[in-house]
């Protein structure tokens, strides 16, 4: 890839254009997430930068916006039914998701591709499709509108993430591992927990962290399916971008970008991890 | 083993069966025996992953047959007019106004759909097919029965409610949607409609479906053709990079593919606003007046703009991993062998990053056409897709079987382009983070 000293003139210019576009695409991915950030510390109620704010001047910037998020009842309401939804959703997903997964691995399983499209498809179908089925169907059995639906609702969509990680961390998992536990006389309970758990826990996490953040983020299935004592942080992000965007909105969407930093930097060491127990060297 | 070699034999005597069939260590034939212990396996592996196919079939799966189910169901007519439409099943309408029978079971049905409050949801159904309907559904209440005199006719008392009820019309408009079972949801979503005379197109102002789903076919298109070129460039860099950069440059693909979907969204509502930042540089260099501020926002360039950067990093990824397994020194070997740069590319290199454009671009639509939350917030009236429609007819227009009909049709969109990109690249293959 490196330009070669006897490269051409042209062969030099089109080297660096290449790198100028390619660096104006990446620009592109990241500019929209980064320039939130400061446009969140506005002491103003605006959504551009102020003269001010250009001028580096201390009072146009202020943490208003966030006072406005910790003090609203409202989004405090909102957070805390993210908290209690996601990890809900996410401990019903992991913990069905990854027995699944190991009967799924075994080799032993009847009808593997029929099963496996089942419990892939709520990945596969749009949201809005899903969203309308648990309407109508969540409806006739008065699940709609209540926490316990959006639960269930939730945790199926997490599913496929739980069964892809966990199953191909279980590729690389040593089945005579398994067998030498049972040979030394520990029950298959014992052998789960004290052998193969340990071994494949980086898949679960992060199988669990795409489970938790498809709950987090999720807002079409909710915006049907929950009533509004289960208003959720991208509900009310939605509906305050649909009808009067606030700018408190902008100081929601940099601490979630805090928590996607804070997700993609574990998962990059649970990968590393995984890697590692499983004897290969870290790409 | 010296003994084993000289009778020729392996396993020893006690091993065998007197006819001759190797044993297992509890006596029992070996055959059986192992295939006892295939059977126990596959046992427990389908009752490790039974809770999970519980859960989703009845969390995920049944809703979605629910909404197939809706989307033909029309049991409302035949449950709330029962009498009726038997007696209507004798009717002709080209003979004119029902006979006087009609009106005696209509006016039953109606006495006890009145009772229960019911009347005025068949209307509001019946309204779908023909307007008017849910007005005549709903003059026609209890009170106005009431004063019926039952010994009389009960046809010139109905039309003397509404003249509507002289009509042919209302009658055959019944009669068509009797059935338990219909199209007509279907023939809706196809701008198409049940009439008493047959199936006919509906009524030119009226033919939005068709023109919704091109748009979303055609919007989700222009989306993955500028991911394909915005984002083939970058996973060049990144799988002919250094691992080091490599993996800092991947951060900026990674970072925003973690970010919430309505922050992005949310950033691009404030980028593009009219007073907004990247209006505001524009007028600053003096592209843009002042005046002449860009509309990039609530119509289809926003919808373009937003999906797009929402969308790249799912093109990104398949192709760097793809690009990833094509060796660097066939590029080099066909340059020794005296190829220009650009002969090189596209006789070599590009051939064999196929598979990655086809899994990208077949990701990115999938994704794209069935998106819901970006459209409404930065679509405006004329960037929605078909999904807003269907959100639209859940919740206001309160017209679930054409919702579900629409919904049905989407579905089956995506299961076919599904079942391409699994021939192309294997569901398996789907690959996280």
């Not at chain 1, 789960?192 to 669990?208: A, D």
């Amino acid at each position: 890839m490196a330009l070669q000293p006897y490269a051409s003139t042209g062969q030099r210019i089109w080297y660096y254009t290449f790198r100028v576009l390619c660096g104006l695409i990446l620009f592109f991915l990241i500019f929209p997430i980064i320039i939130i950030i400061p446009l969140s510390f506005n002491a103003l109620p605006y959504f551009t930068f102020t003269p001010g704010m250009l001028a580096l001047e201390a009072d146009a910037y202020s943490l208003e916006h966030y006072r406005d998020f910790f003090y609203n009842d409202a989004w405090q309401q909102a957070l805390w039914n993210s908290l209690s939804i996601a990890p809900a959703a996410t401990l019903l997903s992991v913990s069905l998701g990854t027995l699944a997964a190991i009967g799924l691995s075994s080799g032993k399983m009847p009808f593997r591709g029929v099963v496996m499209a089942i419990l892939i498809s709520p990945m596969i179908v749009p949201l809005i499709i899903s969203a309308a089925g648990m309407y109508f169907f969540y409806s006739r059995i008065g699940l709609q509108g209540t926490w316990f639906g959006v639960v269930l609702a939730h945790a199926a969509l997490g599913v496929p993430f739980v069964i892809i990680t966990v199953t191909a961390t279980l590729v690389g998992f040593d089945r005579s591992l398994t067998r030498a536990a049972a040979n030394m006389g520990a029950g298959p309970v014992r052998t789960f927990f004290k052998v193969q758990m340990p071994l494949i826990l980086p898949g679960v996490i992060s199988g669990g962290l795409f489970a938790f953040i498809t709950s987090f983020d999720e807002v079409v299935v909710i915006l049907f399916l929950g009533s509004a004592g289960e208003q959720t942080l991208p509900w009310r992000m939605f509906t305050g971008l649909r009808e009067q965007i606030s700018p408190s909105i902008l100081a929601v969407a940099t601490l979630l970008v805090s928590v996607s930093v804070i997700l993609l930097v574990t998962l990059e060491i649970l990968r590393r991890r995984s890697e590692r127990l499983r004897g290969m060297s870290p790409g | 083993m010296a003994e084993a070699t000289a009778n020729g034999d392996i396993a020893p005597d006690e091993h065998r069966s007197a006819s001759g069939q190797l044993l297992a260590a509890d006596g029992t034939p070996l055959k059986k025996s192992i295939r006892r212990s295939e059977a126990r396996a596959r046992l427990r592996a389908f009752l490790l992953v039974a809770p999970l196919l519980i859960f989703v079939l009845l969390s995920f799966i049944a809703p979605i047959a629910d909404m197939l189910f809706r989307s033909v169901e029309n049991e409302i007519v035949a449950d709330t007019l029962p009498r009726t439409v038997e007696a209507l099943d004798a009717w002709d309408p080209q003979t004119g106004p029902p006979p006087e029978p009609v009106y005696r079971a209509f006016y039953d049905d109606m006495l006890e759909a009145t009772e229960l409050k019911i009347h005025t949801r068949l209307g509001s159904r019946l309204n779908y097919e023909e307007s008017g309907m849910s007005s005549l559904f709903r003059k026609t209440n209890e009170r106005r029965l009431e004063r019926f005199d039952l010994d009389q006719p009960l046809q010139p008392q109905f039309v003397d409610l509404d003249k509507d009820w002289g009509e042919v019309e209302p009658w055959a408009v019944i009669k068509t949607f009797a059935p338990r079972y219909t199209w007509g949801y279907f023939l809706q979503a196809a701008d198409m409609r049940l009439t008493p005379g047959g199936v006919e197109m509906a009524p030119e102002f009226e033919q939005i479906y068709l023109k919704l789903f091109w748009r979303t076919i055609l919007l989700s298109c222009t989306i993955t053709l500028s991911c394909l070129l915005l984002g083939y460039p970058v996973a060049w860099l990144l799988s002919n990079l250094p691992a080091r950069s490599a993996n800092l440059l991947m951060i900026l693909v990674l970072l925003p593919f973690w970010t919430s979907l309505l922050v992005r969204t949310s950033a691009w509502k404030v980028l593009l606003q009219e007073q907004g930042v990247i209006n505001d540089i524009l007028v600053y260099i003096g592209i843009v007046s002042d005046a002449g501020r860009l509309v990039m926002i609530n119509n289809q360039t926003g919808t373009i703009i937003a999906m797009t950067h929402i969308l790249l990093p799912f093109m990104v990824l398949p192709l760097y991993s793809v690009m990833k397994t094509i060796p660097p020194s066939y590029l080099r070997a066909a340059k020794s062998l005296g190829a220009t740069d650009w002969t090189a590319f596209w006789r070599v290199y590009f051939p064999q990053s196929v598979p990655g454009i086809g899994a990208g671009a077949i990701l990115v639509f999938i994704l794209a056409i069935g998106y819901y939350i970006t459209p409404e917030l930065v679509g405006g009236t004329d960037g929605t897709f078909i999904s807003n429609r269907i959100a639209f007819h859940i919740s206001t227009s309160l017209n679930w079987g054409l919702a579900a009909a629409l919904g049905s049709l989407l579905l089956i969109l995506v299961l076919g382009l599904y079942w391409l990109y699994d021939r192309i690249v294997g569901i398996d293959n789907v690959k996280l983070g």
